[in-house]
């Protein structure tokens, strides 16, 4: 069953079956570039704001940087005994960056 039939020869059946589609503009969804990345201490700083904000509400959890990687780090502690539960990326995957790091510092060196 068409529009017609349904709603009958009627304008609004007519107005209803001559729609065409509408064209959707294209719309960009790519992140836009920030003028420049922030610096090690503008992170170290908000991670240390983050700490503060979070310790009221859980403190259990701790957000830390990465002397040598400057990834972001979290721990969950247990807040008996303060061991850490779990962490984010794992001391291993960590330990993997490092050593990708230094890997990377001695290529560099060996093409200088």
């Known amino acids: 069953m068409d529009i017609q039939q349904a709603v009958g020869s009627s304008s609004i ?6 729609v065409q589609p ?14 420049s990345e922030p610096s090690v201490q503008q992170v170290q700083q908000a991670v240390g704001r983050i700490n503060e904000t979070i310790q009221a ?4 959890l701790h957000f830390s940087v990465d002397s040598i990687t400057d990834k972001i780090v979290v ?3 247990d807040q008996d005994t303060k061991e ?8 291993e995957v960590l330990n993997i960056a490092r050593s990708l790091e230094v890997l990377q510092g ?7």
Do not use: G, H, M, Y
């Open 84 to 91: 850490v539960v779990r962490q984010i990326p794992s001391e």
């Open 106 to 112: 001695l290529l560099i060196r060996q093409r200088i």
């Open 75 to 77: 721990q969950v502690s």
């Open 13 to 18: 059946a007519q107005s209803v079956s001559s």
């Open 57 to 60: 509400f859980n403190p259990s």
């Open 22 to 35: 509408v064209s959707r503009p294209q719309v960009d969804v790519q992140p836009k570039a920030t003028s």
